[in-house]
Antibody, heavy 121, light 111 residues
Framework: QITLKESGPTLVKPTQTLTLTCTFS??????????VGWIRQPPGKALEWLAL???????LYSPSLKSRLTITKDTSKNQVVLTMTNMDPVDTATYYC?????????????WGQGTLVTVSS | QSVLTQPPSASGTPGQRVTISCSGS????????VYWYQQLPGTAPKLLIY???QRPSGVPDRFSGSKSGTSVSLAISGLRSEDEADYYC????????????FGGGTKLTVL
């Protein structure tokens, strides 16, 4: 059974850098056609896609957040790390990671439980 | 404001058929597959429909998807109380070197 779990700080201060880790099981990022994506959801608001990393290390970022995001993978540890710089209170959200497949799709399945990150001084 | 446009709310009574629309443009819905996600209260989203109209295993056939041009619809027949959730459409957008876009979500209330 594929599972993913997000981990990281629950509270960050404005201007700080957020580092989130997605640890997954029962699939490998060395498998062709597989990737991991990050999506966030501010409280009471819609989903917003953030970034993708693919098995071949192709990466893609939200155009509106590209300058602040970095996504990396550690295939041996079954982990994907997302960093977001210069955090602001508007970045307060639940951050989800999800298994991704078929580059050029929106196939995210399954999702992790999400982790709520609050940005406040 | 989301690239894909969904009505903020929809409602129906048990047993009814409801549809949720999602409209986009030629750079997203008009040129690629659409995906639907269901988010039950307090939980993570779950893939409901992939490639416009395909259901993952375990998703009841009460849920169906269709596409016409730059718009898609999610239909739920035989509405049940447990269908009360937020529904999101998603598509790949070919602009700006390609990226994922989500709709603004539709909150479905079962009356």
């Amino acid at each position: 059974q594929i599972t993913l779990k997000e981990s990281g700080p629950t509270l960050v201060k404005p201007t700080q850098t957020l580092t989130l880790t997605c640890t997954f099981s029962d699939f490998s990022l060395s498998t062709s056609g597989v990737g991991v994506g990050w999506i966030r959801q501010p409280p009471g608001k819609a989903l917003e896609w953030l970034a993708l990393i693919y098995w071949n290390d192709d990466k893609l970022y939200s155009p509106s957040l590209k300058s602040r995001l970095t996504i990396t993978k550690d295939t041996s540890k079954n982990q994907v790390v997302l960093t977001m710089t210069n955090m602001d209170p508007v970045d307060t959200a639940t951050y989800y990671c999800a298994r991704y497949q078929n580059w050029g799709s929106c196939w995210f399945d399954p999702w992790g439980q999400g982790t709520l990150v609050t940005v406040s001084s | 404001q989301s690239v894909l446009t969904q009505p903020p709310s929809a409602s129906g009574t048990p047993g009814q058929r409801v549809t949720i629309s999602c409209s986009g443009s030629s750079s997203n819905i008009g040129s690629t597959y659409v995906y639907w996600y269901q988010q039950l209260p307090g939980t993570a989203p779950k893939l409901l429909i992939y490639r416009n109209n395909q259901r993952p295993s375990g998703v009841p056939d009460r849920f169906s998807g269709s596409k016409s041009g730059t718009s898609v619809s999610l239909a739920i027949s035989g509405l049940r109380s447990e269908d009360e959730a937020d529904y999101y459409c998603a598509a790949w957008d070919d602009s700006l070197s390609g990226h994922v876009v989500f709709g603004g979500g539709t909150k479905l209330t079962v009356l």
